[in-house]
């Protein structure tokens, strides 16, 4: 088979390129690609169980984009091109583009900033401006939240890193608050036991810190009771929701009630104030009815 076609190229200034450097040059830069991913896809494997997702993700990324640029620039000689010349000009370039694309290079940095500082990691619950949800990636240039209702939503990373973030799963334990409303009639001190011992009955309710349950008010309509409980976050809202039901039907069964709000209105008139003229006989007695009558 005659191969001398290869040897067909064109002269340039850092020598002779021809189709067989070109087709090298092809070669080794899908070998290497396919070997990033392979690398990649075994990196993903071994650090599953030893490491976060977030840092995974980042030494996966780093390690394949790392191969295919040392990849790239090492072999550009194969194709008739001065690798310290075309960083030479990459940065020349660069400036020009930074000053073109400020807000491409904001998020680029912040980025970089993102993964070294490390406020938020993959998985994480958080709330960024008006944006409530989980962390699904975060990247380079944007951030990945897929919200609690479903949506993906793309957050530019400079406005992820300049802004005040909220890590709902940041710390391991997290409080909850109720206010619980009884009757003036009831009595608050069996009302703070039972709900105590429906927390002490909790299996994830933690005891340091400790729960709290007090008398916080005395209101109009109601004697308000304070409930305060700490829970791992992971378990936060089962927690949460469950103690407000059982803490209702314990009440119930025990004769504590939840008051509804209630008003006494009290009407009087004064017959001296209305001309004669302008009260005829039935509306006098039907307005005299009214004195002294109390509406609850």
Do not use: C
Not at 102 to 129: C, H, T, W, Y
Not at 140 to 147: A, E, F, G, K, M
């Amino acid at each position: 088979m005659n191969l001398a076609f290869l040897d067909l190229g064109l002269s340039t200034s850092n020598g002779n390129v021809t189709l067989g450097s070109v087709l090298e040059f092809i070669l080794i830069l899908s070998f290497s690609t396919l070997l990033a991913k392979i690398l990649s896809l075994y990196l993903r494997r071994s650090l599953k169980d030893r490491v976060s997702k977030d840092i995974r993700e980042t030494v996966i990324k780093l390690l394949y984009y790392g191969i295919l640029t040392i990849v790239f620039f090492s072999n550009l000689p194969l194709i008739g091109i001065n690798p310290s010349g075309l960083l030479l000009a990459g940065g020349v370039a660069g400036i020009v583009l930074g000053f073109a694309s400020q807000n491409i290079v904001g998020n680029l940095v912040s980025g970089v900033f993102l993964m070294a500082e490390r406020p938020i990691k993959i998985g994480d619950q958080v709330q960024i401006n008006d944006v409530s949800g989980y962390v699904t990636d975060i990247r380079i240039i944007s951030t990945l939240i897929r919200t609690y209702d479903g949506l993906l939503v793309r957050i530019p990373n400079q406005q992820v890193f300049t802004t005040n973030i909220t890590n709902i799963v940041g710390h391991p334990v997290r409080r909850f608050e109720y206010t619980i409303r009884i009757r003036y009639s009831d009595d608050a001190n069996a009302a703070i036991f039972l709900i105590k011992d429906l927390i002490d009955k909790e299996p994830f309710a933690l005891l340091n810190p400790s729960p709290s349950v007090f008398v916080n008010d005395l209101a109009d309509s109601s004697v308000n009771i304070t409930v305060r409980i700490w829970a791992p976050v992971n378990e936060w809202f089962g927690i949460k929701t469950r103690i407000l039901w059982n803490i209702k039907q314990s009440l119930e069964e025990n004769g504590i009630e939840i008051p509804l709000p209630q008003r006494i209105v009290r009407i009087q008139t004064d017959a001296k104030k209305i001309p004669e003229e302008l009260m005829p006989e039935k509306e006098i007695e039907s307005v005299l009815n009214y004195e002294d009558r109390v509406l609850a």
